[in-house]
């Protein structure tokens, strides 16, 4: 394979070693072998790539250097919540529920409604989590409190209540 001299084979093999992106330095390898004269059999068996691929590598990096081994951007249909509107979002989210939001804890149906009402975009209940799972939040949240709830009266209740158990006499067969 030809390879064009854009870069010695130090340079090829000192970019290869410090490339924190392992596909662009499986690209600059087989590339870097191609420039030490290795046949395609033989850059198929160290890189574990296909022929096909390694040709390409060889013919990108002949038009355009190490530029045109990277990654492009790859299409894909927009977020429906604009990028530019995901930090209000969360700084609503974190604020918690309002009283127009009718909820003592923001749950996924609350901020379906909360999405449609104050931001103008329809999401389906999975694309609500979805979202959150993107913007780094978790399915966990702590049990709902009620807004009058007194947490003096609920430790002394606590620490008064009698703890009844009821056994059940009947030993109930699982059936097999």
Request: hydrophobic share 30%.
């Amino acid at each position: 394979m030809n390879v064009k001299t854009h870069h010695t084979s130090d340079q090829l093999l000192k970019m290869y070693k410090t490339e924190s992106t392992l596909r662009l330095a499986r690209r600059i390898h087989g590339v870097y072998l191609a420039n030490r004269g290795h046949t395609c059999q033989e850059i198929m068996q160290i890189t574990g790539a296909c022929r096909r691929a390694i040709q390409q590598w060889v013919q990108k990096y002949n038009k355009g250097g190490i530029e045109a081994l990277k990654d492009k951007p790859r299409p894909g249909k927009p977020t429906t919540l604009p990028r530019r509107k995901e930090q209000k979002f969360c700084r609503r989210i974190a604020s918690g529920p309002s009283k127009q939001d009718g909820v003592s804890v923001l749950n996924g149906p609350a901020i379906k409604r909360l999405l449609e009402r104050e931001f103008g975009v329809v999401y389906s209940l999975w694309g609500v989590y979805d979202l959150l799972h993107r913007l780094g939040y978790s399915c966990l949240c702590p049990r709902p409190q009620h807004e009058n709830a007194n947490p003096n009266v609920r430790q002394e209740f606590k620490k008064t209540s009698q703890k009844h158990w009821i056994q059940s006499n009947q030993n109930i067969q699982a059936k097999e």
